[in-house]
């Protein structure tokens, strides 16, 4: 079995690109209908976030369906996702040092999607 985090958004072509932006990786479009790009996988670190626009995916809500958790290899790219993410998102849990002497945040991204932010150290 594999899992991957199943993302709709809105304007997909254009929300990949921001994702690629905060997390690096390589984007693979698997579907697309003239212009518009219906869905794509974003390769990042040995995993896959599979991103679908709205107009194909048809969600009945916005967003927080599920909060997708991070496991982040380094501080700084913790720090660094967690800026843009706060900067254009929303805060659910302020960045703070757990008990598992680590970093932890909760916070949902531009298109309300939220991700449970982890670093150990």
């Known amino acids: 079995m594999i899992v991957l985090p199943f993302i709709s958004v809105d ?11 905060v997390f690096g990786g390589e984007i693979t479009i698997l579907r697309k209908q003239g212009d518009e790009v219906l ?15 709205s ?17 982040i290899d380094t501080e700084e790219k913790f720090r660094n996702i967690y800026d843009e993410f706060a900067s254009t998102g ?13 970093l932890l945040a909760i916070v949902a991204d531009r298109n309300g999607v939220c991700w449970v932010l982890s670093y150990y150290r």
């Open 11 to 21: 304007n997909c072509k254009d929300e990949i690109k921001y994702y690629q932006r």
């Open 39 to 53: 869905n794509a996988d974003l390769h990042v670190d040995g995993g896959i976030l599979n991103f679908a626009d």
């Open 55 to 71: 107009q194909a995916a048809k969600p009945e809500v916005k967003g927080d369906y599920v909060r997708i958790f991070l496991k």
């Open 90 to 102: 929303k805060i659910h849990t302020e960045l703070y040092e757990a008990p598992f002497n680590g």
